[in-house]
């Protein structure tokens, strides 16, 4: 049962448009959620997070939507660069000593120039 | 943030030998863990390392496959033993201090088992 769940495998976008990607969860427990990017050959590296007690949490281009109700987020890229193109994974976590993530399959986003 | 320095970044191994991944963290962390990424998949949390004692395994992954050892706060290992193709994956080590829900990802190792 997959609790983090990303439905679009890729999107593509044309360089300074915006790049929504869009993450849906099961499990109510998880109470924070994470975006990372993936390079090939790279490790995941972390984008921006939010917490269940907030809707939306912004960093420069960079800017993540949670509703609770709907048990979805989504992370938004405003101007898209060509040098976002990777793998986002959206990623879930319960609050607690031993929290681990669960994370989704990922979206590989390609940004024309 | 934690620099996270994972080897080998790759290795072609013969079925039947054990591999052992090495995760070099460059700050004390309190908790580390193992991750798995097969082909077009998702992360899959292998176990969590503890120090000082056995490591939390995950659903349907056990010690004697994958055993991990984390003797300090800098540093884990995790050993891929008896191979065989269908362990072919990216493994990759993770850390996050317990109070940030931030999580820092090594490079991976990139394993083929032929």
């Known amino acids: 049962d997959q609790q983090v769940k990303q439905n679009s495998p890729s999107l593509s976008v044309q360089e300074g448009r915006i790049s929504i990607l869009n993450c849906d969860y099961t499990?109510?427990?998880?109470?924070?959620f994470l975006w990372y990017k993936k390079y090939p050959a790279e490790g995941p590296t972390f984008l921006i997070s939010?917490?269940?007690?907030?809707d939306k949490n912004e960093d420069g281009r960079f800017t993540v939507f949670l509703n609770k109700s709907a048990k979805h987020l989504s992370l938004h890229i405003v101007p898209s660069q060509p040098g976002d193109s990777a793998v986002y994974f959206c990623a879930a976590g319960e609050t607690g000593a031993n929290s681990k993530l669960t994370f989704g399959k990922g979206i590989t986003l390609s940004v024309r120039p | 943030s934690a620099v996270i320095s994972q080897k080998p970044s790759r290795d072609i191994c013969q079925r039947g030998t054990s591999l052992t991944i090495q995760c070099q963290v460059d700050?004390?962390?309190?908790?580390m863990f193992w991750y798995r990424q097969q082909p077009g998949q998702s992360l899959t949390l292998i176990a969590t390392?503890?120090?000082?004692?056995?490591?939390?395994?995950e659903s349907g992954f056990v010690i004697d496959k994958f055993p991990i050892s984390r003797p300090n706060l800098t540093f884990s290992t995790l050993t891929v033993s008896n191979m065989s193709p269908e362990d072919s994956s990216i493994y990759l080590c993770?850390?996050?201090?317990?109070?940030?829900?931030?999580?820092?990802f090594g490079q991976g190792t990139r394993l083929t088992v032929v």
């Open positions: 700050s004390q962390v309190t908790m």
């Open positions: 993770s850390a996050r201090q317990k109070w940030n829900t931030e999580a820092f």
């Open positions: 390392a503890n120090q000082g004692s056995e490591a939390t395994y």
């Open positions: 939010i917490s269940s007690i907030k």
């Open positions: 499990n109510s427990m998880f109470d924070y």
